[in-house]
């Protein structure tokens, strides 16, 4: 079956820091990888998307990789802030069907 | 544009009541997505439209839901009878042109609990 891996613990960093979260994927090959960026009582925001031939997307702060040989992807925010405190969940959809699937998501909180 | 909107955004009801869950999406959007979001399995996509066609209804859990899209300013999300393992909060989102090109603009959920 299909299994999407995220840090399952909590992570905590320091103002300024670069916070990297992890998605790890299995059995099948994602045409586009999706993050996301969830608040208390809301729905999923989308920040950035990875296609299955880019290596590195970026969009200010936030930096994506994607590794197929690995089946991974890294989620990076630089100079990291307090408001960048939510969970962060990756999706993949297969590049063969139509499914989508997420993460469990990884909860980040950034301390001042 | 006023973002996807569902309704309700709470719903409170007794095992064996139907629920009747609404979704609008952002105009101009081909595709729509509705999800499942628990503690224990996370975010789940249940069904979703092109055009409003149902295109992959594999992960609707069993008969006992149902999902439409009537035209494309609206879906429902059915749940008759409806069971306390229904308890979860369920998200609706669109997208437009390819579904995963882009991404997907989630509405702000309705938090359903069933007694």
């Known amino acids: 079956s299909q299994k999407i891996e995220q840090n399952s613990e909590a992570l905590n960093i320091q103002e300024g820091k670069t916070a990297t979260l992890t998605c790890n994927y299995t059995n099948y090959s994602p045409a586009y990888l999706q993050w996301y960026r969830q608040d208390p009582g809301r729905g999923p925001v989308f920040l950035l998307l990875?296609?299955?031939?880019?290596k590195e997307k970026r969009k200010e702060r936030l930096k994506v990789t994607f590794d197929t040989t690995l089946k991974q992807s890294l989620f990076h925010i630089t100079a990291s802030q307090p408001a960048d405190s939510a969970t962060y969940l990756c999706a993949l959809r297969a590049n063969t069907g139509n499914q989508f699937y997420f993460g469990t998501g990884t909860s980040l909180t950034v301390i001042p | 544009d006023a973002g996807v909107i569902q309704s309700p955004r709470h719903e409170v009801t007794e095992m064996g009541q139907e629920v009747t869950l609404r979704c609008k999406p952002i105009s101009g959007h081909d595709y729509l997505f509705w999800y499942r979001q628990t503690m224990m399995r996370g975010l789940e996509l249940l069904i979703y439209f092109n055009n409003n066609v149902p295109i992959d209804d594999s992960g609707m859990p069993e008969d006992r839901f149902s999902a439409k899209m009537p035209n494309a300013s609206f879906s429902t999300l059915k749940i008759q009878p409806s069971e306390p393992r229904d308890s979860a909060v369920y998200f609706c989102?669109?997208?437009?042109?390819?579904?995963?090109?882009?991404?997907?603009?989630f509405g702000p959920g309705t938090r359903l609990t069933v007694t």
């Open positions: 990875i296609r299955e031939n880019e």
């Open positions: 989102a669109s997208s437009p042109r390819v579904a995963g090109a882009v991404g997907q603009y």
